[in-house]
């Protein structure tokens, strides 16, 4: 299975419903510049290790490219392909300033020393230096990189270019010009928009059971933030099992215990009846909300139809395949989609990058209410253009953001 193709085939399912006119889906259906390279690693055990890196830069129209950069074994240049093209859409559906890119390294990084691990952040960082910059691309934390290894790519970037140069990346601790709020920042818009949602459908947000996948950053800040909110976090999993426990779990409380146990799998609270399930499992229990915040492809044609939960909020990028995208429309089941539910990262990885080439910061209140309306508002957008055009959240979300590169491209290029 082709994630782009997935994406491209729901690029292609929004410009029929919008009826988009001209090139503009041939256009963004193509990267603007796929770089890969080879970076050699002197391991510790002496022995000489090429791995392969990849950033795709997808499209600029509306500003620098911007997206993260992941280190995972299964990264390869067609998942980061549909990670840019993601980016894009994202950016345009929030309407912030900037364009889509992704960026990939072939690795597991907990296989890694520190020092393996700073080597080829530095060397990779050093590969794709000619590419990247304050204007031109950004990278940024996703899939097990984190706000280290953006220190190591700021640094090795400052050093090439002779001068301290933080706005080549986001995502980079408060200490070195990140911004409050940016590590919680992919949650707290999710957030925003599950709240504007659940206004939308008349509900209360106090009660309500809500299952997560995933428990790396957005997984573990959403949960806390839910749970703050009042709802009952039901079930948690990180990538080796979940733990459902259903008269509810402290999210702080597991948060401090994976950090500890390593495995989410082993904190249930004492004196509750819990049970460890798997994360195929977890997909199906009954809940209000399931909230998709691991990896791509998680519903699938094969299990969509067992989900129980009745909306879904995507943290994830692509965690949903449009096979099973018809087979959970057809169940009423209501999806927020991902390039408007975790776009609120990005967002504040604009903030982060308009704060460093200012080089005055913001407090965390300026920053959150500087988000709000960002997501409150892309939010009311898809959902009038769901209406409009009698589609779901997904469709909207796409014909939102196509709407606004349609706009960008037609005024600079005539096309
Ligand atoms: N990796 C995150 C995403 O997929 C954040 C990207 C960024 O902040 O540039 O949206």
Known sequence: MSLFEN?????RKASELMKLAGNIEEVLSHPERVIEVSIPILMDNGKLRIFQGFRVQHNSIRGPYKGGVRYHPKVDMDEVKALSTWMTMKCAVVDIPLGGAKGGIVVDPKELSARELEQLTREYTLA????????????????????????WMMDEYSKIKGRNVPGVVTGKAVEIGGSLGRDSATSQGGVYVLEE???SIGKEAAGLTVVVQGFGNAGSHVARLL???????IALSDSKSGLYCPDGLLPEKAITCKAEKGKVGECA?????????????????ECDILILSALENQLTEENAAKVQAKTI?????????PEADEILKGMGVDILPDILSNAGGVTVSYFELVQNQMNYYWSLEEVLAKLKPIMTRAWRTVKDNASKYDCTYREAAFITALKRLEAAIKMRRGE
């Open 7 to 11: 994406t491209l085939k729901q690029i």
């Open 197 to 199: 949602y659940l206004k």
């Open 128 to 151: 794709i230096s000619p590419f990247i910059g304050p204007e031109m691309d950004i990278p940024a934390p996703d899939v097990y990189t984190n706000p280290q290894i953006m220190a």
């Open 227 to 233: 749970h703050d909110l009042g709802m009952k976090v």
């Open 269 to 285: 609270p004492e004196g509750q009846k819990c049970e460890i399930i798997t994360n195929e499992a977890l997909l199906e229990l």
């Open 313 to 321: 909020l995507e943290l994830a990028n692509g965690p949903i395949t």
